[in-house]
């Protein structure tokens, strides 16, 4: 998982970072995928900061035009974005969207579902050089987990209208349809102010990573090498612009199936490794489980999200 550097076995915070799932302290940034949000690589449970020792902040990697930091954020140990679904109302409560790797509580054990949990945390708002806005804050954690998939939905205390009149910023769409293989993606971390671009390689049956097992994954191709501190970060399709997938780990050492070096299985059981690859979960089936007012609805027609 792809969490902060400096907690090299949950700092590549899932969503975005290839490793295994890290715990998501404020204090110490982790998470599955890659070390620390913070710099550090040595443990990255999806990318997940938790030691690093370099700092990439400033450094962006050629994107397409069109494709910034505007509506993404940086978490203390992760990346995100505030998104909105597609049938999203203006002055809904706005929506952060990160891997349930990221949580401030740490990482959600298998089968651990999270809803309606009180929370107040703080995101660092981007613009679309990289530049911090505004902090945002937390009403609520509305949703988290890792089982199926890797993802955290906070609700925040602010609507989209408010952050667009205050901050210019809008938020990004979450796609509601299957993405598909050799399409045009950027991935931008708010933790690292760094935009890695390549194309989907495939889909993965089940990517399984020490004790999480996720389903029908997003592969990149090698040139999304992404970092522990990049889990959580939106991937955006280049060509719509809107959001089909979060980054959350990657295979960092070669090993089969174990934190921070997620393996591929398929119908039939079969394992393959690939080390230095990384992957993100699908997000298309997402927009099914909000409903009026951005309301979490898991009994909804359609939402296949994972219930408490």
Known sequence: MRKPLAAAFFALAIAGAGAAPATAADTAPTGVGKAADTGKVTSTVSGVVTSATETLSGITNPAPKGVNFAGTVALNNCSGSVVRMPDSEDNDPALVMTNGHCLESGFPG?????????????????????????????????YGTMT??????????????????????????????????????????????????????????T??????????????????????????????????????????TGNEDGERCTVNNPCEVDANGNVTVRKGINYAQETYRIPSCFGIDNKLDLSASGCVLPKP
């Open 110 to 142: 298998p089968g651990e579902v999270l809803v309606d949990k009180a929370s107040s945390r703080t995101f660092g708002l981007l613009g679309a050089s990289g530049s911090r806005v505004a902090t945002l804050r937390a009403a609520k954690l509305a």
């Open 148 to 205: 199926d998939t890797d993802v955290a939905f906070y609700q925040l205390t602010t609507s989209y209208a408010q952050i667009k009149s205050s901050y210019g910023i809008n938020a990004l769409t979450l796609n509601d349809s299957h993405p598909v293989a050799g399409s045009a993606i950027s991935i931008p971390s708010g933790y690292w102010k760094r935009i890695y671009s390549c194309d989907i390689d495939g889909f993965v049956p």
């Open 207 to 248: 990517l399984k990573e020490g004790d999480w097992t996720w389903k029908d994954s997003v592969r990149y191709t090698s040139a999304c090498n992404t970092i522990g501190g990049t889990s959580g970060s939106p991937v955006v399709d280049q060509a719509s612009g809107k959001v089909v997938a979060i980054n959350n």
